[in-house]
């Protein structure tokens, strides 16, 4: 009995991957929605900070998009390393947005700074761990024989 290789390889299953899509939309979606309120809700209060809107929508949209790729992902390795490289996202772009952690809002007489370097600190150490959970989730995904 000769075996091609098509013989051998699991068919696609369009319906399981349309629900998986459809799941990663809709938890993209309610993210959407807690980021456009977000939105609304700090908007007014940081008008005044430069490039708020652009450093804003960049993290939401980098947010959104590793939510829909991590829920696409779901049961396979890529998913720990989106995981990963979201950790590593957060830890650069909050750095960088931030100045590393001192903010200065010009008003029109005087300027405002606010440091807050051991919170930002704190967020990354934070995402460090989520980077080692990562690994170490990954690690055990590996390990998993198929029948398990």
């Known amino acids: 009995m000769d075996f091609t290789m098509?013989?051998?390889?699991?068919?696609p299953n369009r319906r399981k991957l349309g629900l998986r899509i459809a799941r990663a939309f809709l938890l993209t979606a309610a993210s959407g929605v807690f980021w456009l309120v977000i939105w609304f809700?700090?908007?007014?209060l940081l008008a005044n900070f430069p490039n708020y809107q652009m450093l804003f929508s960049v993290l939401a949209w980098g947010l959104l998009f590793?939510?829909?790729?991590?829920?696409?992902?779901?049961?396979?390795?890529y998913?720990?390393?989106l995981i990963?490289?979201?950790?590593?996202?957060?830890?650069v772009y909050l750095?960088?947005?931030?100045?590393?952690?001192?903010?200065?809002i010009?008003?029109?007489?005087f300027a405002l700074?606010?440091?807050?370097v051991p919170l930002l600190a704190l967020i990354i150490v934070i995402n460090l761990l989520d980077i080692a959970r990562g690994l170490l989730q990954s690690i055990e995904f590996a390990a998993q024989s198929p029948t398990d």
């Open 6 to 11: 098509s013989e051998l390889e699991p068919k």
């Open 41 to 44: 809700l700090t908007s007014m």
């Open 66 to 77: 590793f939510t829909f790729a991590i829920a696409l992902a779901e049961g396979t390795i």
């Open 79 to 81: 998913k720990y390393l």
């Open 84 to 91: 990963i490289i979201r950790a590593f996202f957060l830890i």
């Open 95 to 104: 750095a960088y947005a931030t100045n590393s952690g001192i903010l200065t």
């Open 106 to 109: 010009n008003f029109e007489n």
């Open 113 to 116: 700074t606010v440091e807050f």
